[in-house]
């Protein structure tokens, strides 16, 4: 585990290093990135954590001090979702959703573990988010103060299932532009961020009332190894790819 280290740090261990590297973020995603490792064989490449997204950007741009081995950066899209990375950025591979945990849910097959009443109360706590989310998004668009980190857990009413009212009160809420919010119903598996989708899902899938609980450790497993979606599949074919070259 590489997460204390500074960026000079990361940058002293690549010099010395003669192994192919996968550059990833490497906090809460490092299960995930762990699996691949495991997938793809430790002989042909190390999966290298960062520590985070700020200094796996910051290697990046310093990468011309580790000429002599073959670096391959992967990082989540975080709100580069919402208008495309930049182009000096373009060496990078970027999750297809907002994060890694996108790309595992895409499909939605994971929803397949709801029973009937639980399906109509994941679509009523994921309505209503979805309407918080949209404004989130679009003050990010018009460049207002946004925050994507706000977890369904602390924000839907444990009763009513939905938004609470005095915290949108609290963040002065008005409903986003149409077309903010049809593209997020018809895309929330890409556009939400990860962590919160799984969130909304574990918060009625660990219930007390019911006789199997699913972590969300547990459904990210699920997701990887019995139902992977295409865009991980896209993922995973693409780090194969450049490591290959």
């Known amino acids: 585990m590489n997460l204390d280290l500074t960026v000079d740090e990361i940058i002293e261990t690549l010099k010395r290093s003669s192994l192919t590297t996968v550059l990833v973020e490497g906090k809460d995603d490092i299960i995930i990135y762990r699996w691949i490792e495991s997938e793809i064989g430790i002989v042909n490449a190390n999966f290298f954590p960062c520590g985070g997204r700020d200094k796996l950007l910051q290697v990046f741009e310093r990468r011309a001090e580790f000429p002599n081995i073959k670096a391959i950066f992967v990082a989540d899209?975080?709100?580069?979702?919402?208008i495309n990375p930049p182009e000096n950025l373009s060496e990078i591979i970027w999750t297809n959703g907002y994060s890694i945990e996108n790309d595992l849910y895409f499909g939605r097959n994971i929803e397949a573990l709801l029973d009937n009443d639980e399906k109509l109360i994941f679509a009523k706590s994921l309505n209503s988010f979805?309407?918080?989310?949209?404004?989130?998004?679009?003050?990010?668009?018009?460049g207002r103060k946004f925050c994507f980190r706000n977890h369904p857990q602390q924000l839907i009413c444990e009763i009513q299932n939905e938004v609470k009212q005095e915290f949108l009160e609290s963040i002065n809420f008005f409903s986003a532009n149409d077309q903010i919010k049809e593209n997020l119903r018809n895309n929330y598996d890409i556009l939400i961020r990860g962590k919160s989708l799984f969130a909304l899902l574990t918060r009625i899938l660990s219930r007390q009332n019911r006789i199997i609980k699913h972590s969300k450790m547990s459904l990210l497993e699920h997701c990887y190894r019995t139902h992977r979606s295409e865009k991980f599949i896209d993922l995973i074919n693409e780090i194969n790819h450049k490591i290959s070259a």
């Open 130 to 142: 979805i309407e918080y989310y949209a404004f989130e998004i679009q003050n990010y668009l018009e």
């Open 77 to 82: 899209k975080d709100a580069y979702v919402y």
